[in-house]
């Protein structure tokens, strides 16, 4: 039984509850629909820097071609941001180049800030925006929100390139790479037919293959595995046959291959992504392999490895007359195959450096002149004149400094790399046991002088000479043609682009030919005053020297060098694979170095 009052304090108490109540809800209400309304708009603003962040990817250095700029890649994130509904002014917008990677090796991915454009494979887009919490509400009560986002894009091209050389491509020489081949193996006499060298120049190897087959799991795995695993895995996954075959097999058993790793013939960028469908050229990774054994076999006193040559098989002019040469090479640092990317690390250094085989060569030439008429019934000829030479192939290398990358529907990659061929050099002499050349003059009594009816007189000429010819180096930056198509046909496998500097060659060899003493040791023959013929038989030993020299150098000394990369001042790089991701897109990424 309620007593009389209470039901009018109970009255009194609602009517003041409910309206505070209805205003609780009502703001509850507003303020629900606010934060809806600010995460549509931070979900708008997520979407407007991702997709700046994306366009302004493909202009940063490791995609954006020759001429990258920041300015560029602002310019492409403000129109796309534009297009996406962005009102404030360019400055709200910040972008900034850096790259993506996991600084710290915890697994976590970080966008780092760089100082240059030359730095970067990534763009991070962040926008700040102050609204109202509430629109309905009075903002002076309940204040505004900073909405923060970023976006951080990751667009890039990682090839696998390599300055080793092929036969095909370079004029090379079979029989000079079966001589080499025998002497690294120690089988005397080794020849690879017509086909097989076919073969081997045009086989590829998936990385996927490689890496099953040795039971790893990534590359980076795989370099320091020893390479005699490497040239088995070979024989087992590239479907070679007969005497390829037979090389790999042999590859695997030579004397020094134990002492070298997998690493010394593929070398990966730090942190370069090269997935399982990356295509290694065989020719390449095989040449790579005979060098890094011949570079263990050299370490005698003289440092060199003997090759067999057969003069009969080599186009020598018969103007040379050279009857035999004694041919050995040393490895200065053999060449590898590289994978990487098109950018440079913090120390302004291009990431993907490639070089190309560092090769002196040691030869000796037997030569003889003809017998020449001076006079009448007077002739001169010159036998057995042994030319010592050495020889600083000059290679060089270079790095893969810029990639335009495939965008839209387009599937092929563009790239440039920059040169450097570096001096060639030829002089009389030898090789000191670390390969450098040792100049040296020819130093010989030589000629033998007949006069009709007479004895002949041998060793009539004293001769001191040096021979020191060189081609010039030079630095230049090329764009290969075509384009890398990034298909690779099911058939025929993946394209290989490549790019020969051959200079002139031994056309383009400053020849200087010195004699520095030059003088008959017989003064007369019969009544006949030998003095006068003293310059007519140094100018045909000059010519003799210069012949020698340039005939070795076009049948013997660029084959050679051609079918291991290089040639007498001249450089050849390839491109094997090219592996292109899908653009990388972290939202709200960590962020590292400071902000421009």
Known sequence: ?????????????????????????????????????????????QALVNVAAQAG???????GGLTPSVATVRQR????????????????LLVQVGVIEDADDDGVLAFDAVNFIEESNAVLVSLTRSEPISLLLPQSTFGSLELTVNAAARKEVVATISAAGGLA???????????????????????LDPTSLSSLENATVLLGDLLTDLGVNQVVDLLPLDADQLASALGDVAGLAGPVADLLDDIVAA????????????????????????????????????LNIAEQQQAGSDGVIALPVNISSLSIPLVANIEAVDLSLHVGEPPTVKIGPARQDKDGNWRTRFYAPDITLQLTAEAELLPISLGPLLEFSLAELDVPLAVNAGGGGGALVAADCASGSGNSVEFTVEVEREVARIVTGSLDSDGSLI?????ANVGRLRLLGLPALNGILHLNAEVDGT????????????????????????????????????????LDIVINEASLLETSLGSLNLNLLLNPIVDLVEGLLET?????????????LRTLGVGLGSISVNVSAASQDSVQLIENIAVVGAEE
């Open 1 to 45: 039984m309620n007593r009389p009052g209470t039901t009018k304090f109970q009255r009194g108490a609602i009517s003041v509850v409910t309206p505070l109540l209805l205003l609780l809800i009502v703001i509850l209400s507003v303020l629900a629909l606010d934060g809806a309304r600010l995460y549509a708009l931070r979900s708008d603003m």
């Open 57 to 63: 990817a493909s202009a940063t250095q490791s995609c």
């Open 77 to 92: 994130a403000l129109t796309a941001a534009r297009a996406q509904g962005f009102t404030g002014e360019d400055a709200d």
């Open 169 to 191: 491509s370079v004029g090379g020489d079979g029989t000079l790479l079966g001589g080499l081949l025998g002497a690294v193996l120690g089988q005397p006499g080794f020849a």
């Open 255 to 290: 004397p020094g291959i134990e002492t070298i790793q997998i690493g010394d013939v593929i070398d990966v960028v730090e942190n370069a992504s090269v997935p399982d469908d990356s295509e290694f050229p065989i020719y390449d990774l095989v040449i790579s392999l005979v």
């Open 439 to 443: 100049a040296a003059p020819l130093d």
């Open 471 to 510: 081609v010039p180096g030079v630095t230049e930056t090329v764009t290969m043609d075509p384009r890398y198509n990034l298909y690779c046909d099911p058939v025929d496998g993946c394209d290989e682009i490549g790019y020969s500097d051959e200079g002139d060659g031994v056309s383009g060899l400053d």
């Open 548 to 560: 020698v020299v340039e005939s070795l150098g076009e049948a013997l000394i660029n084959p050679l």
